[in-house]
């Protein structure tokens, strides 16, 4: 199969979770994949990738908040905004010293305890109180509280149509909500439908619960990690992110055998 789209997550997968540099072995194969003209994806549940990452990828196409915004050849292509009654439903959440994020297309509302130094992540950002936060143009909301999954739970339950990742392992602590249709699957789809891929040609890599949507429609899936939630969707298993450049470099040499084949066919 020679893949058309590959499309990254990137925590656990293109960056060890919460790097912000791609390892330098990731970086020289998709530097021979690139010289291939093998479009990339990014596929992330941060709002914005890392510097590094566009740099070392040269991505076709960028899907941030876990699907929530795509952008194709650096155009916005879509954007899944939170109605108000449910953003309202997902902010009253009743948990004491919970930590909660949400994030517009431009700006991050947080609450910053008091004496307390910005963190790093944010320093450089554009960012506001959470009571700030618009009702219309949220894209993403997250929290982090030892006890989230019970209002994951709940939320669920009160509303089924949103999309909730985390709140398991690997990110106990951590729960993501965006609105329907803003899933990781749903990007894969609307990537590969605005480049004109079949999902049979794509490959997809992911290692947790919020890629499961994407590596479920993949024609190759690959896990990275071993989380057993993913297993029944993975063609092929990998380690861990520093094994994903020598895979990378493997698949770029199969890619240039055919090419190289085809060549000969032709000519």
Same mark, same amino acid.
């Given at each position: 199969m020679s893949a058309l789209l590959l499309a990254f997550d990137l925590d656990g997968t293109l960056l060890p979770d919460g790097g912000q540099r791609v390892p330098p072995a990731t970086r020289a194969a998709l530097r021979r994949l690139h010289a291939l003209?093998? #479009?990339v994806a990014i596929i992330t549940g941060r709002d914005m990738p890392p510097d590094d990452v566009l740099d070392a990828a040269q991505p076709t196409a960028v899907a941030t908040n876990n699907g929530g915004r795509i952008l194709l050849g650096g155009t916005l292509h879509r954007e899944t905004r939170f109605d108000p009654a449910d953003l309202k439903a997902v902010l009253a959440h009743e948990l004491d010293d919970a930590r909660v994020m949400a994030f517009t297309a431009d700006k991050v509302y947080v609450d910053i305890p008091p004496n307390t130094p910005v963190p790093q992540w944010l320093a450089y950002? #554009?960012? +506001?109180?959470?009571? =700030?936060? #618009? +009702?219309?143009g949220v894209l993403?909301?997250?929290f982090y509280h030892p006890d989230i999954r019970g209002w994951r739970d709940a939320l669920a339950e009160s509303h089924p149509h949103l999309v909730m990742t985390g709140a398991q392992p690997p990110y106990t602590d951590f729960l993501t909500i965006t609105p329907a249709g803003a899933d990781k699957?749903?990007?894969l789809l609307a990537i590969a439908q605005g480049l004109?891929? =079949?999902l049979a040609d794509t490959m997809v890599f992911g290692d947790s619960d919020n890629d499961l949507a994407m590596l479920e429609l993949a024609g190759v899936a690959v896990q990275v990690g071993h989380l057993p939630l993913l297993r029944p969707y993975a063609h092929e298993v990998l380690d861990g992110p520093e094994t994903l450049g020598a895979y990378l470099e493997a698949l770029a040499e199969r890619l240039e055998r055919d090419a190289l084949s085809f060549q000969k066919v032709v000519f």
């Open positions: 003209n093998i #479009p950002r #554009p960012h +506001a109180p959470l009571s =700030e936060a #618009p +009702a219309q993403k909301v997250g699957g749903a990007a004109g891929i =079949e």
